[in-house]
């Protein structure tokens, strides 16, 4: 999936290549369906903003069919690339060009915001309780996950899945580079032209301009303004180590 490119050229000559973010920030919010009778828009309100709420309420397990049910259509491999656009229009209040007939995302109840000129690769996962941001010229390979939601640590407090659940935000910055197969949990700011090494599990926070890898990720290299990279653990085993981590 690819955002609309109406941005400034993202060529590397570019003197604003790595400045803020080009407005407008494109924000998508979800396509809720009417309330029924009995529901509210209670546990809703409640998850987005990062506070307990109960993932089963009547009126987000009911968004979330939905969700399914457009999601399956979405994937048809019979959908022409219209078609597809209109479905996906269906979930996010979002344009995309050059719409691929694989999984892109699982949209469920929150917000999303995108930046210009992002590549999402095939089959990943977004599980947004919470609002996930992403900046533009951001490339997010295959199989990524992303995940803004959490349970109880206490098996008492979690009570199966009767417990409150909580979810908190994740923020991409611009030119950001995701391997294939990474894992982003709740909470994480991902710095502006990061690089996240592919098969990552992501559990704390990611500096500008760095490269991390591993499960958990770890800081490898830093990437200086004049396009030099770094090796911030000197040479030998991290470096013989990062030869053999690929991005894609």
């Given at each position: 999936?690819?955002?609309?490119?109406?941005?400034?050229?993202?060529?590397?000559?570019?003197?604003?290549?790595?400045?803020p973010?080009?407005?407008?920030?494109?924000?998508?919010?979800?396509?809720?369906?009417?309330?029924?009778?009995?529901?509210?828009?209670?546990?809703?309100?409640?998850?987005?903003?990062?506070?307990?709420?109960?993932?089963?309420?009547p009126?987000?397990?009911?968004?979330?069919?939905?969700?399914?049910?457009k999601?399956?259509?979405?994937?048809?491999?019979?959908?022409?690339?219209?078609?597809?656009?209109?479905?996906?229009?269906?979930?996010?209040?979002?344009?995309?060009?050059?719409?691929?007939?694989?999984?892109?995302?699982v949209?469920?109840?929150?917000?999303?915001?995108?930046?210009?000129?992002?590549?999402?690769?095939?089959?990943?996962?977004?599980?947004?309780?919470?609002?996930?941001?992403?900046?533009?010229?951001t490339?997010?390979?295959?199989?990524?996950?992303?995940?803004?939601?959490?349970?109880?640590?206490?098996?008492?407090?979690?009570?199966?899945?009767?417990?409150?659940?909580?979810?908190?935000?994740?923020?991409?910055?611009t030119?950001?580079?995701?391997?294939?197969?990474?894992?982003?949990?709740?909470?994480?700011?991902?710095?502006?032209?990061?690089v996240?090494?592919?098969?990552?599990?992501?559990?704390?926070?990611?500096?500008?301009?760095?490269?991390?890898?591993?499960?958990?990720?770890?800081?490898?290299?830093?990437i200086?303004?004049?396009?030099?990279?770094?090796?911030?653990?000197?040479?030998?085993?991290v470096?013989?180590?990062?030869?053999?981590?690929?991005?894609?």
């Amino acid at each position: 999936m690819m955002t609309p490119s109406d941005a400034p050229s993202s060529d590397a000559s570019h003197p604003d290549r790595f400045a803020p973010d080009y407005p407008p920030i494109c924000s998508l919010q979800p396509q809720l369906p009417e309330l029924e009778e009995g529901e509210s828009l209670d546990e809703y309100n409640r998850s987005i903003i990062g506070r307990p709420y109960q993932g089963f309420d009547p009126f987000l397990v009911r968004a979330r069919e939905i969700c399914y049910d457009k999601l399956d259509k979405f994937n048809s491999p019979t959908l022409k690339g219209t078609e597809r656009q209109a479905f996906l229009s269906g979930l996010v209040s979002l344009t995309v060009r050059n719409p691929r007939g694989h999984t892109e995302s699982v949209a469920l109840t929150s917000s999303f915001k995108f930046g210009r000129e992002i590549y999402v690769g095939p089959g990943c996962t977004f599980i947004d309780v919470a609002p996930i941001c992403i900046g533009s010229r951001t490339q997010i390979g295959p199989n990524t996950e992303i995940y803004t939601s959490n349970h109880p640590i206490s098996p008492e407090e979690r009570n199966g899945c009767c417990g409150p659940e909580t979810g908190e935000p994740v923020i991409i910055g611009t030119d950001v580079w995701i391997g294939a197969g990474s894992i982003i949990l709740r909470g994480i700011t991902i710095g502006d032209g990061a690089v996240v090494g592919a098969g990552s599990v992501v559990t704390r926070n990611v500096e500008s301009r760095t490269v991390v890898a591993g499960n958990p990720a770890r800081l490898l290299k830093r990437i200086e303004k004049d396009g030099r990279v770094t090796d911030v653990r000197g040479t030998g085993g991290v470096s013989s180590y990062l030869q053999g981590v690929q991005v894609a």
